[in-house]
């Protein structure tokens, strides 16, 4: 038996931006229309801001000189980002229709989405900005689930969760706007020992040394600040989340970022990607962690 999501939880005082990053962070995504994002989401009205991953079904795409090449192209494009986020929740464990999520900073709330649809449960998702937590409820609202899953605009460093009361969490690259060591503390401090946490993200390889010029160059184009692999794993480790699982994706995302750099909608920081990866200065990752 499962229970609602309470209009008294939405309805608390939301407070202005912790700090004026993340009052930066707020303008940014209110202000965030790409086409790359909406004609993506469109497909079938999953809205990601994250990457793909797996191999380009080029049979599906047909020839560029195909009239519906573009459409094809925007579909495959769309299939690789929501397998990215199904590979997200595979690492989840044996959630049930009884648990809470966090989706920590959620983004348009397609991963919710996507989490309620797979287990039945509520998605509690959390976002700096107004504008995707409005259009997040307002999909959940259109989709008949939004007594299971929500946006509140709040800093994931500081949530209202009760503490233990959580069963899994995750970001999906939504970590490298925020202190590492403060994030893993607001996870443990929300899990139940023996929850599970996941995160994919972009983090600069300790192996190259320091963070080369596309690292530099994607954190420009974001406003963000890319943590190194070591980083992760400290932070995790001094905040009792234990790596049960550290999967390099940097080849499944590859063929995307190739695909994605001939489609229309490229916005400029496909080079970054394409050659940060490829030199190995940089790393798509997923880690799993139990909370013990
Ligand atoms: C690249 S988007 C990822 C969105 C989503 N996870 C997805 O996969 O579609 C980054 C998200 O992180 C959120 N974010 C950044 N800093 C945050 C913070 N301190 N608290 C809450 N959300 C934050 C942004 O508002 C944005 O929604
Ligand atoms: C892996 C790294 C370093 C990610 C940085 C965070 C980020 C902006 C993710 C994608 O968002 P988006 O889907 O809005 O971006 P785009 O418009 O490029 O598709
Ligand atoms: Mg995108």
Same mark, same amino acid.
């Given at each position: +038996?499962?229970?609602?999501?309470?209009?008294?939880?939405?309805?608390?005082?939301?407070?202005?931006?912790?700090?004026?990053?993340?009052?930066?962070?707020?303008?940014?995504?209110?202000?965030?229309?790409?086409?790359?994002? /909406?004609?993506? *989401?469109?497909?079938? *009205?999953?809205?990601?801001?994250?990457?793909?991953?797996?191999?380009?079904?080029?049979?599906?795409?047909?020839?560029?000189?195909?009239?519906?090449?573009?459409?094809?192209?925007?579909?495959?494009?769309?299939?690789?980002?929501?397998?990215?986020?199904?590979?997200?929740?595979?690492?989840?464990?044996?959630?049930?229709?009884?648990?809470?999520?966090?989706?920590?900073?959620? *983004?348009?709330? *397609? @991963?919710?989405? +996507?989490?309620h649809?797979?287990?039945?449960?509520?998605?509690? %998702?959390?976002?700096? @900005?107004?504008?995707?937590?409005?259009?997040?409820?307002?999909?959940a609202?259109?989709l008949g689930i939004d007594?299971h899953v929500?946006?509140?605009?709040?800093?994931?460093?500081?949530?209202?969760?009760?503490?233990?009361?959580?069963?899994? @969490?995750?970001?999906?690259?939504?970590? +490298?706007?925020?202190?590492?060591?403060?994030?893993?503390?607001?996870?443990?401090?929300?899990?139940?020992?023996? %929850?599970?946490?996941?995160?994919?993200?972009?983090?600069?390889?300790?192996?190259?040394?320091?963070?080369?010029?596309?690292?530099?160059?994607?954190?420009?184009?974001?406003?963000?600040?890319?943590?190194?692999?070591?980083?992760?794993?400290?932070?995790?480790?001094?905040?009792? /989340?234990?790596?049960?699982?550290?999967?390099?994706?940097?080849?499944?995302? /590859?063929?995307?970022?190739?695909?994605?750099?001939?489609?229309? /909608?490229?916005?400029?920081?496909?080079?970054?990607?394409?050659?940060?990866?490829?030199?190995?200065?940089?790393?798509?990752?997923?880690?799993?962690?139990?909370?013990?």
């Amino acid at each position: +038996m499962t229970t609602e999501l309470t209009a008294t939880d939405a309805s608390a005082t939301i407070p202005g931006p912790a700090t004026p990053y993340q009052g930066d962070i707020a303008r940014y995504w209110n202000a965030e229309a790409r086409p790359v994002n /909406l004609r993506l *989401g469109d497909v079938d *009205g999953l809205y990601h801001h994250h990457y793909g991953i797996g191999a380009v079904d080029h049979a599906s795409l047909g020839t560029p000189e195909d009239s519906e090449y573009e459409k094809k192209l925007i579909t495959e494009l769309h299939r690789l980002e929501s397998a990215q986020a199904e590979v997200l929740l595979d690492h989840l464990g044996p959630i049930t229709a009884a648990d809470t999520l966090v989706d920590a900073g959620c *983004g348009r709330g *397609g @991963s919710s989405v +996507m989490a309620h649809q797979r287990f039945g449960c509520k998605v509690e %998702g959390v976002t700096l @900005s107004s504008t995707q937590a409005e259009f997040g409820n307002r999909r959940a609202r259109e989709l008949g689930i939004d007594s299971h899953v929500r946006a509140q605009v709040c800093n994931m460093l500081d949530t209202p969760f009760e503490k233990g009361s959580i069963a899994a @969490s995750w970001n999906n690259e939504s970590s +490298m706007y925020v202190d590492l060591d403060d994030l893993m503390a607001e996870h443990s401090r929300f899990l139940k020992v023996g %929850g599970r946490y996941v995160t994919i993200t972009g983090c600069w390889n300790p192996k190259y040394g320091q963070p080369s010029k596309w690292v530099s160059q994607i954190n420009a184009h974001f406003e963000c600040n890319i943590h190194s692999r070591r980083e992760y794993l400290k932070a995790m480790a001094d905040n009792r /989340l234990v790596p049960q699982a550290v999967i390099d994706l940097t080849p499944d995302t /590859l063929p995307y970022w190739e695909l994605r750099a001939t489609s229309s /909608l490229v916005t400029g920081i496909e080079e970054a990607f394409i050659e940060s990866y490829k030199d190995g200065s940089f790393q798509y990752v997923l880690i799993a962690a139990d909370r013990v």
